[in-house]
């Protein structure tokens, strides 16, 4: 039983590209969402909580659809900065954090 | 802008010794947390500590691990009998209420030998 699923990816894109991440989330209960960057063998850092009404900062924008458990992640203008994976992450009272396996994201020149 | 912070950044241990890991939190947060992260996988939740005490735990925190407050500013992970499939990365994490965003350290690479 998978409960944070995402496209592992890679995506390999060229800089100033639009790409779009996606996520879906099997316990209808879960209360709280996030987007997460983690860097190779670093820690998770926060980017961005997702609320319904969908949430913006500079360049990335989050969704969440709670009907239909899922969550998306938009990059616009992306940098070679941006190179990172990013965790779609789930809060369930009494788990805490639900971590995906993430969306590796390659941003090239 | 206030960090968690974690030490060792790397421990190299015999199988069958035990670990501490050491946390320092973030001052005003109330929840603590360990994760662990096998190399290539996804992050897991081990534990959430509130009030003193344990709060959740995951199936994976079994009578090998226990976490401890020994003061007012330390979180500590101790991991008995390490196993070869102890070596991970693992996370130290805190939030100042529990559906908060979570902060983590950069995390202590824990390698069993």
Redesign the interface.
Known sequence: RKEVEQDPGPFNVPEGATVAFNCTYSNSASQSFFWYRQDCRKEPKLLMSVYSSGNEDGRFTAQLNRASQYISLLIRDSKLSDSATYLCVVYQAGTALIFGKGTTLSVSS | EPEVTQTPSHQVTQMGQEVILRCVPISNHLYF?W?RQILG?????LV?FYNNEIS?K?EIFDDQFSVERPDGSNFTLKIRSTKLEDSA?Y?C?SSAL??????????T?LSIL
């Open positions: 947390y994760y996988q996804k992050v897991e939740f959430s959740e995951s990365m996370f994490a529990g559906d908060q965003p979570q902060h983590f350290g950069d995390g690479r």
